[in-house]
């Protein structure tokens, strides 16, 4: 069985973790949840069904410009009573034919081909945007599960020192050296820590059932970050060259690129409806009257008729079948009409997606590093919150300070602590979602954020 190797804010936790998910710790990277998730998340999965249905589609289009042939047969029987004289005549016809047809000129049938070659495009742009969003899901349930572990390791270690910090008070109190204000401090704080574990402890638990049912896995143990973790900066730290790259590759707006060609193609579609058609037709026809005809009965005749076009010219014809359109109502101007109408709007709706995406890339990059200065300052306050406990704490013994300046001293620390957790994830995070905002993101972001989780141990 495979194991992490615990950093210094885990070794509080790790026989607690273990009574508590009950089952035996078995460590998952962050890639190997994402190549479980590839295969059981069914957002992704019908997103490449999408795509693949989009490529079908781009065949059936395709089927305009070539070929067709059908076969058809037939029997009819027909009957006719005279009643001067007394007769009753039958006659029985089978027909037999092959028909063929290639289309010659038809314009709006090309214009069709290009319309589903770029639906494929549109269907990549959406598998694209769906594999980059399954990243960014799979990666903040992960950290969600990481950063709830970390609340739940630093909340019960601030009950271990409020505990010893009871236990003091109350040895004070018996030996008179402290008043019973300093007891009840600490027993409120205790109070209120085991309030903090136990919702620490059902946050954990349901963040490890989303990330479950994210990835498909049971019990999923994330391994944490290696420590001290070096976090990844932004190159190039320039906003405007992360904005230009949205703004021509991300997904969406490739998908509302993509719309307007569509469009455009649609319009000069309609305006095919006043261009004429020709096709090449073909076929061989073959009538047959075992029993006669109502004129000729009792004559056993049969007439082949191979024919070129759409006239027959005796036995052997050549023709092409001619189609041009005269009138049709204005519905091909208005058709045209609509389709315009349709190309402003998707105009509109590709400056749109260029704006939110420049906006949500602008806020994402000073997002990281609005989170890497944090990272920065929340270091800074860790040491000097530790100081100011171990200040306390050595006031307090020599009686400079009071029980309850010890305890605020304790929660800040920890208070600090798990903030800058937090804190280390959200750049890791936001480095993703910056990149997912830009149209870039890939697995190989995800691999150099997996390098910097702690290594596991060989068995």
Not at 12 to 41: F, I, K
Not at 367 to 376: C, I, K, P
Request: with cysteine; net charge neutral; glycine share 6%.
């Amino acid at each position: 069985m495979t194991a992490f190797r615990p950093t210094h804010l885990t070794l509080a936790l790790g026989a607690a973790l273990s009574a508590l998910l009950c089952a035996p710790v078995h460590a998952q990277s962050l890639m190997e949840l994402v190549e479980s998730a590839r295969t059981y998340d069914t957002t992704w999965q019908a997103a490449r069904a999408q795509l693949e249905a989009a490529a079908r589609r781009a065949d059936q289009a395709q089927a305009g410009l070539r070929p067709s042939a059908a076969l058809t047969s037939g029997v009819t029987r027909a009957q006719t009573d005279v009643s001067r004289p007394d007769v009753e005549r039958t006659a029985n016809t089978q027909t037999l034919g092959v028909n063929a047809s290639q289309p010659l000129y038809r314009p709006a049938n090309r214009i069709a081909v290009e319309q589903g070659e770029r639906g494929v495009d549109v269907a990549q742009a959406q598998l694209d945007a769906a594999t980059q969003d399954l990243l960014v899901r799979v990666s903040q349930a992960y950290f969600d599960v990481l950063a709830a572990q970390d609340t739940l390791t630093f909340v019960q270690a601030q009950k271990t020192a409020v505990s010893e910090q009871l236990a003091s008070a109350k040895r004070n109190f018996e030996v008179g050296t402290s008043t019973v204000t300093d007891s009840r401090e600490a027993q409120a704080r205790y109070d209120l820590v085991i309030a903090q574990e136990i919702a620490a402890e059902n946050d954990l638990r349901v963040k490890k059932l989303a990330l479950d049912q994210l990835v498909g896995v049971a019990n999923a143990q994330p391994v944490p970050l290696a420590q001290p973790v070096p976090l990844p900066r932004v190159e190039p730290a320039n906003v405007d060259y992360w904005v230009e790259t949205a703004r021509a590759q991300q997904p969406g707006v490739r998908q509302a690129a993509i719309a307007l060609d569509i469009a455009r193609l649609e319009t000069k579609k309609a305006e095919t409806g006043h261009r004429p058609t020709v096709d090449l037709q073909a076929g061989y026809n073959i009538t047959r009257n075992p029993n006669g005809t109502l004129t000729a009965p009792g004559v056993n005749s049969r007439t082949n008729v191979a024919s070129i076009g759409v006239a027959s010219i005796g036995v052997a014809s050549i023709g092409v079948a001619l189609n041009l359109p005269l009138f049709a109502g204005f519905a091909v101007q208005n058709r045209v009409k609509e389709t315009l109408a349709l190309e402003t709007k998707a105009e509109a709706d590709l400056e749109t997606a260029r704006r939110n995406v420049a906006q949500a890339t602008r806020s994402a990059f000073f997002g990281v590093q609005s989170g890497q200065g944090q990272v920065q300052a929340l270091e800074a306050a860790e040491a000097s919150s530790q100081s100011a406990l171990d200040a306390n704490k050595l006031g307090y013994q020599v009686g400079v300070r009071i029980n309850i300046d010890v305890l605020n001293a304790q929660s800040q620390l920890y208070q600090t602590k798990r903030d800058l957790a937090q804190a280390r994830y959200n750049v890791l995070l936001g480095t993703l979602k910056l990149r997912q905002a830009a149209g870039t993101l890939g697995l190989e972001d995800v691999q150099r954020i997996n390098s910097l989780l702690a290594p596991a141990k060989q068995p």
